[in-house]
């Protein structure tokens, strides 16, 4: 990718999500000198000038400016958002919405009639280019644009198109999943220590193995059942392990718990 060929390109919102575009973003060849990165508080905006070396202008500014839009902003601020940029937008402008629940349909009520919208759901491994993004077209959106999208995110993780009806789900499953991670690591650390081992043995016991394991199921390409019977011996410690945890429900709970993301993500849809 040339300077003069690369698309000027602005992430509006440079919080964590933000900052990790900007980031994947340069390490996959965008010239720092076609990036901005806006914010509305000064001293972030100062913050990602001298860590990235980018410019930070306003997002009015910024958007007026760019060839493609990230909207990399809270779902309750883009309303008002699209309300400020819309009137300096580039006709031609590709405008990217990164925020959980919010439809093209929406940015694209926000915005001039025509804009091409693509709806993306990333999630927070895109810190260390392992990312899962999804993409879906609007109504304005070519193959072209969801091309030209795809491009930018594969440097940073894996992409998949999907309808725009199933964005919800994947909001629940992969937008929230690393969550859901955090939350079993945390638990089984908390089981190491209960069983006398020192905190930092149990997480790196744990850690690996998470790591180890998911490295497995999407190396090997085997269903996961069949890779949790390879490790569940006939009445070992596996199994007697896997027996409490369905007495317990926990397999109830976690389609529950996603059922429940999915529908805040509706919510979130309607205001």
Request: aromatic share 2%; glycine share 10%.
């Amino acid at each position: 990718m040339t300077a003069q060929a690369a698309p000027v390109i602005a992430v509006l919102g440079v919080g964590k999500l933000g900052e990790a575009l900007v980031s994947g973003l340069l390490r996959a060849g965008q010239p720092v000198d076609r990036l901005l990165g806006a914010e509305r508080h000064p001293e972030r905006a100062k913050e990602i000038a001298e860590r990235y070396g980018v410019r930070t202008p306003d997002p009015v500014e910024a958007a007026a400016e760019a060839d493609v839009v990230l909207l990399a902003v809270k779902p309750q601020d883009m309303r008002a958002l699209l309300g400020e940029i819309a009137g300096g937008l580039r006709p031609d402008a590709l405008v990217v919405s990164m925020a959980a629940g919010i439809t093209t349909a929406v940015v694209e009520a926000g915005l001039p009639e025509g804009t091409a919208v693509v709806r993306v759901m990333t999630n927070t491994p895109v810190f260390v280019d392992e990312a899962m993004s999804a993409v879906s077209p609007g109504s304005h959106a070519s193959v072209a644009h969801l091309e030209q999208v795809e491009a930018m995110l594969r440097p940073v993780g894996k992409v998949v198109r999907v309808p725009e009806s199933q964005q919800d789900a994947v909001t629940a499953l992969s937008g929230s999943g690393p969550a859901y991670f955090f939350f079993l690591v945390e638990a089984m650390i908390d089981a190491g220590i209960l069983l006398g081992l020192p905190r930092s043995v149990a997480s790196e016991l744990i850690t690996q193995t998470l790591v180890g394991s998911a490295k497995m199921l999407r190396d090997s390409g085997e269903h996961p059942v069949l890779l949790r019977e390879a490790v569940t011996s006939p009445g070992g410690t596996t199994i007697a392990a896997i027996r409490t945890m369905e007495d317990h429900g926990v397999r109830a709970a976690m389609l529950h718990a996603i059922e429940a993301a999915r529908d805040r993500s509706r919510q979130l849809a309607e205001g």
